[in-house]
């Protein structure tokens, strides 16, 4: 016998709104009036050249572009002192403030070299996990004054922290870190579960100074959490590795900041596969870049997990650098993709930080054809 089912009306689309609410909406599934443009992250190469070509210098680039969602940085280091050891006229070598040495270039523009981490055995561990507590200095310079900004023109407010296991591998170091997840070590639940804290309560410091400045409920919007757990081809721990390990605290996480009514993002470069299939248990509102070269297909992910959170990115900045036409279906196709039929639960981003190769006028005009589809 066939059952009838009374389905569900279709929300009507709003013909206007706020970058706030278009973000909000967005990672609540419900219609927006255009796609919200939410990049974060501009090399400083990046802008150097832009400036060339009519960037102001110094501007901020949430206004210039005006992007819809601000993301204000959190210090999760442990506040050491910047040290030079080598620099020729090619690189320099730098012990930075989270105890990584780094090997930077100068000549071209790259990701720095990873050569050393702090920890390398327990008792290293131990020195340092009472510096990676919830302290006033970790909050960005001018806290209030940039929130004040933020919210006058009705943007998105988000935080920004270093996911917890992230903050394990650059301690650990890769190498030792996967080790770690393999073997459940002891010291890898203490450095997760000493990220959550960290995190958690610097929110509840921020949240206490922006309400005693005077800015009421809800002053903050979301936490952007900055990860580096997967690759090219997948993560860097099996399934299994980060539902035994990982998830119960993105869950713990998660429940704690929403409890205070922020809504969470995923941001890791790579495959972000295994970090879908689990999302409906880890509470993720949303996961992005989804780095196009990294088998991360937006049409299947949208079918897939699409109901469960929302996606961004997965805009190929390789694309978007090979010419106008390239550029124009590439941010075009994705977006309807990512928008799908209930036009929503979907953030538009590059699928990396914007890289200096891509030139002013044409990212400028990749937000214009954005926000154009309607």
């Not at 501009?42 to 819809?68: I, Y």
């Not at 509470?283 to 929302?310: C, H, I, M, W």
């Amino acid at each position: 016998m066939s059952l009838w089912r009374r389905k569900a009306e279709k929300e009507e689309r709003p013909k206007s709104l706020s970058p706030r609410e278009r973000v909000w909406r967005s990672l609540r599934h419900q219609p927006v009036d255009r796609v919200p443009c939410v990049d974060a992250y501009f090399l400083p190469e990046t802008l150097h050249r832009w400036e060339r070509e009519g960037f102001p210098k110094g501007a901020v680039v949430s206004e210039f572009f005006d992007l819809d969602l601000v993301c204000l940085p959190v210090d999760c280091t442990m506040g050491w002192k910047r040290q030079v050891i080598d620099e020729t006229e090619d690189y320099s070598i730098t012990v930075d403030p989270d105890g990584v040495t780094r090997k930077h270039w100068k000549v071209y523009t790259a990701m720095p070299q990873e050569l050393d981490f702090p920890v390398k055995q327990p008792k290293d561990w131990r020195e340092i996990r009472p510096l990676l507590v919830a302290h006033e200095d970790r909050l960005p310079e001018n806290f209030e004054v940039q929130v004040a900004h933020a919210r006058e023109r009705q943007r998105f407010i988000a935080l920004s922290f270093v996911e917890p296991c992230t903050l394990a591998r650059r301690l650990l170091g890769s190498r030792q870190w996967v080790e770690s997840l393999q073997a459940q070590s002891p010291t890898l639940d203490e450095i997760l579960e000493t990220g959550v804290r960290l995190i958690v309560e610097t929110i509840d410091i921020a949240l206490k100074r922006l309400t005693a400045a005077g800015f009421g409920q809800q002053p903050c919007d979301g936490v952007w959490l900055h990860a580096e757990l997967a690759y090219t081809h997948g993560a860097f721990m099996t399934d299994r590795e980060y539902r035994s390990v990982v998830l119960p605290y993105h869950r713990q996480l998660t429940a704690e900041l929403k409890k205070r009514g922020l809504a969470v993002m995923l941001y890791t470069q790579g495959n972000a596969l295994t970090f879908l299939k689990s999302v409906h248990k880890s509470g993720f509102d949303a996961v992005l870049p989804l780095e196009s070269f990294s088998q991360n297909d937006l049409d299947t992910f949208k079918r897939t997990y699409g109901r469960r959170t929302a996606l961004g990115g997965n805009i190929s900045a390789d694309r978007l650098m090979e010419s106008d036409e390239v550029a124009e279906r590439e941010v075009s196709e994705k977006v309807r993709i990512g928008l799908g039929e209930d036009f929503s639960g979907y953030l538009f981003c590059l699928d990396r930080p914007v890289p200096p190769s891509l030139p002013l006028e044409r990212y400028m005009k990749v937000l214009s054809i954005a926000r154009s589809i309607t």
